[in-house]
């Protein structure tokens, strides 16, 4: 089974600052990875993915995150925050071999303030 | 595109009331999931849907039932809540091994049990 662990649960950035949300995972198998956004009192948004090729993947309103196998680590990262940044973030995981039945497991989220 | 809609949006419930929340979905996907919402432990599955006619159980699934009633709808029953289940439920869904992966998400229904 998969396990993501986000071990930070509050992240407190300047606005322009870069910032950086850590994410690693566990699994006994090659695995796909996602971060996922939520705005407060709202769903959620697929950030990014990471299937396979280029371990740097970039996503929507730029952010990156790259996948380290030997550190099994895919962290999140901005160059520059903006107020419209704030947010909860989530880390996921899944494991296509189980196919049929490919299901998401999530970390317990980094939320994610930006002070003017 | 409405993509995956959850009714009702908010609800309050008394202990040992029941109630049904209603996911349908337009996207033509396979399999839906529900998930629940808790503050400090993310989101963590109830139960899913791979396929018509198929449920099974995720991480959390006691205290709930769940009902593939075609291909598009999904429900979530709690037959007696519980303050525990006081949480904001999710419903997704997606078509599994076409290299996607990228679950759709509603916008949640927000459940207080009191």
């Known amino acids: 089974a998969q396990s993501v662990t986000q071990l930070d649960s509050q992240v407190p950035v300047f606005e322009e600052a870069p910032v950086e949300l850590r994410c690693n995972y566990s699994?006994?198998?090659?695995?796909?990875l996602f971060w996922y956004v939520q705005y407060p009192n709202q769903g959620l948004q697929l950030l990014l993915k990471?299937?396979?090729?280029?371990?740097l993947v970039k996503g929507i309103n730029g952010f990156e995150a790259e996948f380290n196998k030997s550190q099994t680590s895919f962290h999140l990262r901005k160059p520059s925050v903006h107020i419209s940044d704030t947010a909860e973030y989530f880390c996921?995981?899944?494991?296509?071999?189980?196919?049929?039945?490919?299901?998401?497991?999530f970390g317990t989220g980094t939320r994610l303030t930006i002070i003017p | 595109n409405a993509g995956v809609t959850q009714t009702p949006k908010f609800q309050v419930l008394k202990t040992g009331q029941s109630m049904t929340l209603q996911c349908a979905q337009d996207?033509?996907?396979?399999?839906m999931y529900w998930y629940r919402q808790d503050p400090g432990m993310g989101l963590r599955l109830i139960y899913y849907?791979?396929?018509?006619?198929?449920?099974d159980k995720g991480e959390v699934p006691n205290g709930y039932n769940v009902s593939r009633l075609n291909k598009r709808e999904f429900s979530l029953r709690l037959e007696s809540a519980a303050p525990s289940q006081t949480s904001v439920y999710f419903c997704?869904?997606?078509?599994?091994?076409?290299?996607?992966?990228?679950?759709?998400f509603g916008s949640g229904t927000r459940l207080t049990v009191v």
């Open positions: 990471y299937l396979s090729g280029s371990t």
């Open positions: 849907s791979a396929s018509e006619g198929t449920t």
């Open positions: 996921a995981v899944l494991d296509p071999s189980n196919f049929g039945n490919e299901k998401l497991t």
């Open positions: 699994s006994s198998v090659s695995v796909y």
């Open positions: 997704a869904s997606n078509i599994p091994g076409q290299g996607n992966y990228g679950y759709t």
């Open positions: 996207m033509n996907h396979n399999s």
